[in-house]
Antibody, heavy 120, light 106 residues
Framework: QVQLVQSGAEVKKPGASVKVSCKAS????????INWVRQATGQGLEWMGW????????AYSQKFQGRVTMTRDTSISTAYMELSSLRSEDTAVYFC?????????????WGQGTVVTVSS | DIQMTQSPSTLSASVGDRVTITCRAS??????LAWYQQKPGTAPMVLIY???SLESGVPSRFSGSGSGTEFTLTISSLQPDDFATYYC?????????FGPGTKVEI
């Protein structure tokens, strides 16, 4: 069965960076796109960016352009999202999500979420 | 950029009620719309894609309709498990845009 397992909770100081991993199993990693979405406590869902794990091509939300980097390691079927210059407003749950269909369709499978807390 | 809006923001309903949530796009998005259900502390779950296609395993009481700029999610007979927050989402190959959400409460 399709599974996306994310890395554990992180606590970071303002100005630091965080790198969240998303390990995929149960399908061919390079065939399905990965999106990253975050959600602050009590708030809605916010899209951060997209990656094609086959080509490594990425597209980022303008809001995060310059601060976010999405990468992957196909040898271990893992996607990564790194966010730099953290501020308190970046405190949120971060989700990776796989497309429903091969390189198309909305996210249909989600990781369990990674809590990132930014606090001095 | 395309903006997504939803109404209402909160909906009070009872078990057995027919419930309709509306989602509007700031410009035509054809049928590139999905609906998600999210319960507290869990990841969203896709219910509908391409505006009206029911995802496998989702109960048939959920249905979606619309195209262009106006879309609806209907729950034909609300069940206790359906009390949650619902999001519409416009998707393309490279981006996602979420609506602000509709909380369905008792």
């Amino acid at each position: 069965q399709v599974q996306l397992v994310q890395s554990g909770a992180e606590v970071k100081k303002p100005g630091a960076s965080v790198k969240v991993s998303c390990k995929a199993s149960g399908y061919t990693f390079t065939s399905y796109d990965i999106n990253w979405v975050r959600q602050a406590t009590g708030q809605g869902l916010e899209w951060m960016g997209w990656m094609n794990p086959d080509s490594g091509n990425t597209a980022y939300s303008q809001k995060f352009q310059g601060r976010v980097t999405m990468t992957r390691d196909t040898s271990i079927s893992t996607a990564y999202m790194e966010l730099s210059s953290l501020r308190s407003e970046d405190t949120a749950v971060y989700f990776c999500a796989r497309g429903l269909f091969v390189h198309t369709g909305p996210p249909g499978y989600w990781g369990q979420g990674t809590v990132v807390t930014v606090s001095s | 950029d395309i903006q997504m809006t939803q109404s209402p923001s909160t909906l009070s309903a009872s078990v057995g009620d027919r419930v309709t949530i509306t989602c509007r796009a700031s410009q035509s998005i054809s049928s590139w719309l999905a609906w998600y259900q999210q319960k507290p502390g869990t990841a969203p779950m896709v219910l509908i894609y391409e505006a009206s296609s029911l995802e496998s395993g989702v109960p048939s009481r959920f249905s979606g309709s619309g195209s262009g700029t106006e879309f609806t999610l209907t729950i034909s007979s609300l069940q206790p498990d359906d009390f949650a927050t619902y999001y519409c989402q416009h998707y393309t190959t490279y981006s996602l845009t979420f609506g602000p959400g509709t909380k369905v409460e008792i």
